[in-house]
T-cell receptor, first 113, second 115 residues
């Protein structure tokens, strides 16, 4: 079956660093993506890893280890506006016939002053 | 580029009625997706179009659900004989074939409440 595991909630203070982990078990794997969703809003793309290692985009970084079926999103210099839900998502590639992303259940990040 | 737009944003309907949602993807995107999201959960895949062809449907998509993309541009999602369990946010997303990482762009969603 397909499953993506994330912690349900994380709390941190402004200026801190927080790591949100994601472990996945899917039939195929073609990359791990991260999306942010504010309450009532649309999920917005943050980051993508196809290969092992760290990808950095400003305050956000994402890491992938395919051998461990594991990745994480690292948020630095936390700001109040970072309070949102964060989802990891896997693309299962069956030779291009399917193109969907499978999403985890999400991690609710609360940034406190 | 005005992003993915969805209409209506909110819909309250009585059980048993039919509802239809419309999605206008980003203009140059040839791939279009429908997802459903309930509170505290991640988006769940419903169906996927490449141009006008519906290439995949989830088992979540019962016979009461139908989606179309007649000219490969906008799409509609119709739910017939709505049930209370259909209450959710219906998200449309689009992407461009060949985009790195299959980055998909979501609309703001259409909230459905079945009473």
């Amino acid at each position: 079956g397909q499953s993506l595991e994330q912690p349900s909630e994380v709390t941190a203070v402004e200026g801190a660093i927080v790591q949100i982990n994601c472990t996945y078990q899917t039939s195929g794997f073609y990359g791990l993506s991260w999306y942010q969703q504010h309450d009532g809003g649309a999920p917005t793309f943050l980051s993508y890893n196809a290969l092992d290692g760290l990808e950095e985009t400003g305050r956000f970084s994402s890491f992938l280890s395919r051998s461990d079926s594991y990745g994480y999103l690292l948020l630095q210099e936390l700001q109040m506006k970072d309070s949102a839900s964060y989802f990891c998502a896997v693309r299962e590639d069956y030779g291009g016939a399917t193109n969907k992303l499978i999403f985890g259940t999400g991690t609710l990040l609360a940034v406190q002053p | 580029d005005t992003g993915v737009s969805q209409d209506p944003r909110h819909k309250i309907t009585k059980r048993g009625q039919n509802v239809t949602f419309r999605c206008d993807p980003i203009s140059e995107h040839n791939r279009l997706y429908w997802y459903r999201q309930t509170l505290g959960q991640g988006p769940e895949f419903l169906t996927y179009f490449q141009n006008e062809a519906q290439l995949e449907k989830s088992r979540l998509l019962s016979d009461r659900f139908s989606a179309e993309r007649p000219k490969g541009s906008f799409s509609t999602l119709e739910i017939q004989r709505t049930e209370q369990g259909d209450s959710a946010m219906y998200l449309c997303a689009s992407s461009f074939q060949g985009a790195q990482g299959n980055t998909i762009y979501f609309g703001e969603g259409s909230w459905l409440t079945v009473v």
